[in-house]
């Protein structure tokens, strides 16, 4: 892969590890938000056959459930192009991405938080009608931060090496944060023996953990000046479906984006069915999900200066493929769980979990973002268009329709047998492991073809050019 570029270098501050650090705490403050619902909004309107107190909001709860939470990633995935299109095109004294983020912190946080208030007592479907609202609000807000959020963590630094340090940063932050909102569970057990309704305990944490997210939110809000940082470029003006024309014009954007989406598949379906593994499964309290949760993110966080350099030295792919052979490893560790905890005791296997899970998710939160944004920064030195939000919109909109598919899959799932079709069953949880293998074996395929080394060097030859002419 060669190519020859313009001269479109620009002028702008070098971005300090203060100011990446605040510009990270945004990504801490969707881990709070995010993490309530990818790892509790299931348990919370599908509960467990061992939770008989828990009350059932939504009629046929796995099947409508999963039909509702679709239609917003849906929605979530549509609305990313738009958005994207509009803060590409933003012309406004404070740049283009922090006007946006201005406006939607506060909202996406309200709408989470009011996703777990139904309205009625017991299962009415007037209830899935709230649901499904506030699950449209929450994504709507949702892309109107994030995708001007991800378009400016791309565009602050233009160094491959260097953004592998921003994304190892916003990946340290992301995963401490993730890990306090597993913890939840502890929470919401000491809750319910100082004598709270399980209900009552659940939602307490689900406020705090939304103030604590706005908060974080706020942080890059009030603290960078976008253009201190991004300059001289040219403002996109192509309409949205040629823009996600050319961002899917490059052969390596597709073989990214296909890798990701599929990789995601496996990482949802395991998110989605963490807490069942460990409760249903393996018969042990949700605070081993609290255990789980804290060896990942101390093992995964002690992993990140060896993953930043052997990214350097080796490139980014084999780093993936490695970490999605460790997906297959554990979904077919889940799939055969009788014979291994014949052998091992379930807590035991419970700890297992945590300890080889934790480098290989350190690897995909870090790198697969890094190779977006080397997307996106290869086509401005082709070009000199900044059109950073529509090609990491063009990868959000794809993955999101899959990820519709696979909530509905996987609610559908979990309550495979289940006599009311409402609650989570030893069959239907042990059953998700088979598309999780699947999807994990297929995405180590699109790495493969993915030219990671080709990339980075076109961007560097670029940069050298650039600072040799200024």
Not at 194 to 205: F, S
Not at 449 to 465: F, G, P, S, V
Request: glycine share 6%.
């Amino acid at each position: 892969m060669s190519a020859t570029f313009p001269n479109n270098s620009s002028v702008k501050k070098s971005i300090s590890t203060k100011k990446i650090m605040a510009l990270c705490c945004g990504d801490a403050g969707r881990a709070f938000i995010y993490g309530i619902i990818a790892s509790y909004l299931m348990v919370f309107f599908i509960p467990s056959e061992s939770s008989l107190n828990f009350p059932v909001f939504i009629p046929n709860a796995g099947l409508v459930f999963g039909i509702i939470y679709g239609l917003g990633i849906v929605w979530d995935a549509i609305s990313d192009p738009i958005v994207a299109g509009l803060t590409d095109r933003l012309e406004h004294k404070d740049g283009r991405r922090i006007p946006f983020m201005r406006l939607a912190f506060i909202p996406y946080s309200v709408c989470a938080l009011l996703i777990f208030f139904p309205p009625f007592e017991g299962t009415n479907v007037l209830n899935a009608v709230w649901v499904g609202i506030f699950l449209l609000l929450y994504y709507t807000f949702s892309t109107l931060y994030f995708i001007p959020y991800s378009s400016l963590q791309a565009e602050v630094v233009d160094d491959p090496q260097k953004r592998i340090f921003l994304f190892t940063v916003n990946s340290g932050m992301y995963v401490v944060a993730s890990a306090l909102v597993f913890g939840g569970f502890s929470f919401v057990t000491l809750f319910e023996n100082a004598g709270l309704p399980e209900v009552t305990a659940y939602r307490i944490v689900f406020a705090v953990f939304c103030l604590i997210g706005l908060a974080l939110m706020m942080v890059p809000v009030l603290t960078i000046k976008e253009k201190d940082y991004v300059s001289g470029y040219k403002t996109s003006r192509e309409p949205i479906l040629k823009g996600l024309k050319t961002a899917f014009g490059y052969k390596d954007m597709v073989y990214i984006t296909l890798a990701y989406l599929i990789m995601w598949v496996g990482l949802t379906i395991f998110n989605s069915a963490q807490v069942y593994y460990v409760t249903t499964l393996l018969n042990l309290s949700k605070t081993y999900v609290t255990y789980i949760a804290a060896i990942t993110i101390a093992l995964g966080v002690a992993s990140y200066p060896v993953i930043n350099k052997l990214s350097k030295k080796y490139g980014k792919k084999p780093l993936l493929v490695f970490a999605c052979s460790a997906y297959v490893i554990q979904y077919v560790a889940i799939w055969f769980y009788e014979p291994i905890i014949s052998v091992i005791k379930p807590s035991v296997f419970a700890i297992l979990i945590g300890v080889f899970t934790a480098v290989p998710i350190s690897c995909t939160n870090i790198l697969p973002a890094s190779a977006f944004s080397d997307m996106a920064q290869y086509d401005y030195v082709l070009t000199g268009q900044k059109r950073t939000g529509m090609f990491l919109a063009s990868k959000s909109f794809i993955l999101k329709l899959s990820d519709a598919v696979v909530v509905t899959l996987s609610s559908s799932l979990i309550t495979l047998h289940s006599v009311d079709g409402a609650t989570a069953t030893l069959e239907g949880v042990r059953a998700t492991a088979i598309p999780g293998m699947i999807a994990s074996l297929i995405c180590i395929v699109f790495y493969l073809l993915y030219h990671d080394k080709q990339i980075t060097e076109a961007i560097r030859k670029h940069n050298e050019e650039g600072n040799h002419k200024s």
